[in-house]
Each structure stands twice: as C-alpha cells, then as structure tokens.
C-alpha cells in the first residue's frame, strides 16, 4: 500500500464559504419547519394513534358507500351538468389563452412595454387565485347555478393555459417567424403562419391537461354553490352521511379516472401526429 | 495456483435465448496482463460479467482466489466483489459527485451504510485517494465534477476507483474504446504500469487487437462463444487472428 | 409528363377538398355540442330574474372592488399558518413519495406484479381527487384545524411528485448503477450513490414546483376547517364584509408572491 507521500495534499470535504452557506441554509429550513410543527399545535407523540383512528373512522362510517343513493337519474343529471361545465369552461379558458399566450409571449407580444406586462400580470392573476375563490366570488355576484361555475372555471383556465402556452411560444424557433416577417405579412399572419403551427402540437397537450384540472375542479366547485354533483357532496356533508359521501367520493375518483384514461389516451394520439 | 480459474463456462441471457458462452476454459495467473479479444458479438463482456457475477452463468465453475463464484450468497457475493475492481468502457462515473467522491465510492464495499451516506469515509480512505489520485495525474481536479472532466480523464478517475478497492483482480471491459488512439495508449499504459506496481493481475476486454498484442502479454481469443486461441502473445500470428476473426472478414 | 402532373394535382385539391368538409363537418358537431351544453348548463339553469340586470350585477361585482385595510393585522397570523401548512404538507408529502416512487419506478420496484400497480393506483387516486375533498375527508379523520391541512396538503402532492421521480429513476443511466454495484456496494448504497444523484435535479424542480402550488391550495383548505386563511375568508363571506374577502385574496397573493420568490432564488442555487 502506498505511503503518505511528501507531495500529497491534505483535503477536507468542508469548503468555506460554499459549504457554511449551504449547511447553514439547511439549519435554517430544519429551523423553520420544526417551529411551524410548533407553531401548529401538531402533536408528533399523538400522530401514530391518530392514523389508527382515521383507518377506523373510514372503515366504520364511510364504508360501505352507499352507491344506491346516487345511482338516479338526478345524480347522473348533475353528473353530467359537471361534465359540461367542465368542458365549456375549458373551452373558453382555451379560446381566451390564444390571444393572451400570445400577448404574453416575450418573443412575439405586439407591445413589450405595454401589453407583455399586462398580460403577464392578467395570467398571473388569474392563476394564483384558486378556482374555488373564484366560484365563490361568482356565485356572490351572480347566485346559484352554473353560470358563475363555468365563468370561475374560464378564468381559472385562461390563466393556467395561459401561462403554459406563453413559455411554449417563447420556446419556438424565431427563424421561419422572422422568414414570415420578411415577405412583409401583418403581425396577426405572422403569428397565424409563423407561430401557430409551431406550437399547435403542444398547445393540443397543453388543452388536454387544461381539460383534466378543469374536470377535476368542476367536481368540487357546486360544494359552493356553483353547480354540479359537489352540490349533492356539501348537502350530504352537512347532514353528516358519511356513507353517502363516501358514494359521492367514489364516483368523483371513478369519473376523473375514466377521464384520465380518455385523457392519455388522446395524449398518445396528439404524440402520435408529432 | 492461479488467481483466476475458469472451467467450462456457458453463459445465456435468457432461458429461451441463444448460448453466447459455450465452455470457456482458461487461467489467470498473478502476473498476467490478459487480453480477451475477438469479433463482435463473440462474448467478451459477457465473460467479463460472469466474473464479478454481474452476469449469471448458466454452467460451469469460476473459481477465484479459491472461491467458487457461482456458489456464494448476496454477502459473499458483495465480498467477492470488494476484491475485484472493474473499469468501463463508458467510465460509468457519477457525474454530479466530484473526483473524490467518485473514487471514495471504489471504498463502499468496505463501508458502513450509515457513514457512505453521510460520506463521512476514514481518514486512510481519504489519503488512500489521494494518492492515487495524484499517481493518475488528477491531484488538481479533486473537487471538479465529474462530468467536467474529458474523456481520458475520466477513464484516468475510473482507474483510480477500481484500484481503491485494493483489488486482487481487475477487470477490463473496454476500457479506450471510447477514446481515441494516442489516449487509449497512454491510458493503456497507465493501466499496466500500476497493476504492475500494485501487483494486480488484469483480465481485459479489447476491441482494437493493435493494443491488446501491445500491452497484454496472454491472449484469450474468442468466436461466437467458443476459444479459438489460448495463449502467451508471442505465439499469435495473422494466420490465427485470421481464424479468431474470420466472422468479420465475410 | 404533363398529363400526369395534371391528374397529381386535381388529385391533391380534391383531397384538399375532402380533408376541409371533413373538418367542418366535425367543427360543426363539436359548435352544436357547445351551443346545446350552454343552453342547458347556462341559459336554462340560471335563474335570470334573481340575478337581475347588468347594473344589479356589476353592483355586485363592486362590492369586491373595496379593500378592508383594518383587516390586515388580523391576516399576519393566518398568513403565517397557510405558508406553513403548505412547507410541512409538501414535506411530509416528499418523505410519503419515497416509497411510493420506489414501488412506482419499473426498473426499481420490488416485486413487480403487486407493489408497481399498487404505486400506481396511489399516485392516480391522490391526483383525481381535490385538495378539497382531501381536506374534508382530514377533518373528519383528525378534527378541525392545520393537521388536517397538512395531511390534505401531502396527500394531494404524492401523486405529482412520486409520478415525476418514478419517471426520472425509470430514465437512469444503468452503466453507474453497475459500476457501484461492481465495487460490492450494498443495495442502499447503490440506491445512494448511483440513483440518486442521477435524479435529484429533476426531483428537487419537481418538489419546489409543487410546493408553490400548494400555498395557494393550503390557503383555501381552511374554507372547508383545514386551518389558514381560508377560515377568515369564510367568516368575511358569512358576514357579507367584501372588502374584507378582498383583504384575504390580497394576502393570499401576497404569500403566492413570496413563495415565487423564493423558489426563485432555491432554483437558481441549485440549478
């Protein structure tokens, strides 16, 4: 084996600065996460034993579900109100994120000092706040029903898309854009010839996971009033049947299973035409 | 007694598929730089693997360092493994770890669970390295990732971690055929220098014959599974590579 | 020569033509099925006398356009408890993803035929279902409060975050992974040193990623009792002070924007 040669360096793992501030940061996360289980009243001795309850509470009262109290023709109605809302919702989320993804696209916004910002700002707004605000001021505003459901699912979807779908504009290849420039079309045919069908592949990716949060969020917004079998879950949660909701629970998971499955399998075709 | 015994080894993938080794025999003795060479598709990484059990053979007796390969547990089997260093033909380093870690990690056969984790390895260890490190040329890149290193460089780190094993065996898949000539010499070199310092027998398998009756003073020629040479370097001719490679030539 | 040219081109406008009705004819079903859902969904179910006219509606909408500056204060607390729900929930979310990316990952799982659909089912059933209905199942199971929004919070994340990393063990590069296990590596260790840090970028984006999307969902979990700022909204709506849910939606940005900052600076760091 060899000896310590003369030449050979010492070394240490610890780097000063990098490894202070890296380690340091890391304290200061463990630091601030083992305040907030403080600060949350979260009992850690208690947690093991509330587990074994919850398995308890689930099979005692939510099972068995009680599938006949939703297998009417007045559910299924709701059911498929949900499925339309959802869809009308992603629709003109959809058809508002052409314009705005494209305003929001640094590369091609008609005005970067004007309309990119407000555009980014409309997007961002309209992402961050939750689509169940969003019901809940429209329902406000406008009452009961689906119409403030599929108008808090519109603007919910603008902003997700819209965000997706500016990030894959600013992604394209600005060479045939610039090529459509130069035969001097108008900025609009430059975006229809140029933009369009470099992004038209993602954009049917990014409308079918548009659809799937929507479907997803339209199974829970009538909970506020705004339409759809979330209708049927608050009522039943408030009178606390708990088997029923466990029916209502069921047929939320199956359908946007059933929806995810329709979901990947249009997926696969979109990257099929790629 | 040779440190390396091999006898009618037969090896395939599958049940269902195609013998690719069909009864190799041969020795590695303790000061053996061997050469396994051969068309494509005549086994050679394939025997390479059945040596560390890599790859499972189907049939036949491997015995190293009185060891019988084919009959250990997953703990002997790790044992076994700690004692025979294996250099690649793509390098298979981790690129994100640095230079050091990545020959620290030739080491974790000999390393608790709990400290390999933390990478908290003794302070031989880290000497250990160092020294090799330094006798590869490296000592200026220790902390560099790997994936900042060229491609000879690379190979020069993989060299380093097998022999941080304290290997009695080193195992060769390969190992310039991602590089090009005046590297693969130099690293060939470098590779049959230390073995010869550190008196660590070599079983290699090369591409390019050129190096192999360079470098290697035993050769083990093989076609579509099956020896066709055994034996010192001297002794090959163009008559019996022709033979060796006669696939390829049609 | 030109007679065939000929025929190549009539032929190419003709299935030009065809390809055009075809995709009007489905644009037109697709226009009908939209037409039929709005008049169903829309135009029948509203109750258009109790909605009143434009001006009732945009006086509606006005009553959001006030700000209830006095509520602020109030709001630091909540504030603090949403941003904390969403750090312990995707926490303990990541550390419930460890298993379920293991079994969910082919190359890894241990025992293919039960444990990788098994992972599977999880990941799908924690996606499908709303942070909502997560949240009500949680304060029923352990009460009202942050704990159930924590839960909600984890458990709504599995399934993103095990998806991506299973993704990412499943894209390794194996030639690591056999040089470690060369080097007579126990299973963790290869775990450790050849899969890891093969997948730690992706899965670090992937968690700091999810951990900004779930301070928006920790805030409006406490609508349904799971802690946070979503209990205050709910109070504000109770009592009809708009200007005061307008407060709360202003502090919830306000937290959003606070936690793209600093996922802003984590990404940068780690890169």
Known sequence: MATHSPTTPNWNRFKFPDSAIRWGSWFAAFVFLAYSVEYLNIPLDRLLGMLGRMGDTLANRYYPPDIDYIMN??????????????????????????????FAAHNITPSRRYVYPVARLVTMGFRAVHEMIWAIIFVTILGFGMLPGVIALTFFCTGFAGKLFAEEIEAIDMGPVDAIKATGANLLQVVIFGVLPQVRVAFTGIA?????VAFRAATVVGFFGAGGMGWYLKRNVLQIETERVAAILLSIVVLVIISEIVSAWARSRVMKMK | MAILEVRNLTARYSAAGPEILKGISFDVEDNDFFAVIGPSGAGKSTLIRCINHLVEPTSGEIVFDHRN????????????????????????????????????????GDTSTFRSILRAFSKSDIQHALTLLERVGLIDHVDKRADELSGGQRQRVGIARALMQDPKLLLLDEPTSALDPKISREIMALIKEMAHELKVPCLCNIHDVNLAMEFCNKILGLQDGVVMFNGPTQDMNQDKLNEIYAMEVL | MSAATRTTVEDIIERRRKARLGRSVFYLILFALVVWSIQITI?????????????????????????????????????????????????????ICIPAAWFGAVNITPFKPVTYPLARLMMTLSRSIHEIVWALFFVAAVGLGALAGVFAIAVRSLGFIAKMSAE??????????????????????????????????????????????????????????????????????????????????????????????????VRKSTI
């Open chain 3, 168 to 265: 990412a063990i499943e894209d390794i590069d194996p030639g690591p992974v056999e040089a470690i296990k060369a080097t007579g590596a126990s299973p963790i260790q290869i775990v450790v040193y050849a899969i890891l840090p093969q997948v730690l970028p992706q899965v670090l984006g992937v968690i700091i990623f999810e951990w900004e999307i779930n301070i928006r969902r920790s805030a409006i979990l406490g609508l349904v009792g799971a802690g946070g700022l979503g209990l205050v909204f709910f109070r504000q709506m109770n009592t009809f002070n708009f200007a005061g849910v307008t407060s709360v939606i202003i502090t919830i940005l306000a937290i959003i924007l606070i936690g793209e900052v600093v996922s802003h600076f």
């Open chain 1, 73 to 102: 023709a007045d559910y299924m109605q709701y059911v498929v109100e949900t499925v339309q809302m959802a869809y009308l919702g992603a629709l003109f989320g959809l058809l508002l994120t052409l314009p705005l993804g494209w």
């Open chain 1, 208 to 212: 079918i996971y548009t659809w799937d």
């Open chain 2, 69 to 108: 390969v084919t009959q250990l547990n997953n703990r002997e089997m790790r044992g076994l493994r700690r004692d025979i260093g294996m250099i690649f033909q793509e390098f298979n380093l981790i690129d994100r770890m640095s230079v050091m870690d990545n020959v620290l990690s030739g080491r974790l």
């Open chain 3, 43 to 95: 135009i029948d179910d509203t109750d258009w006398a109790r909605m009143g006219s434009l001006d009732n509606v945009l006086e509606a909408a006005g009553q959001f356009l006030a700000v209830d500056v006095s509520l602020f204060p109030d709001l630091i607390e909540p504030a603090i408890e949403t941003f904390m729900i969403a750090c312990l929930g995707t926490l303990l979310g990541v550390v």
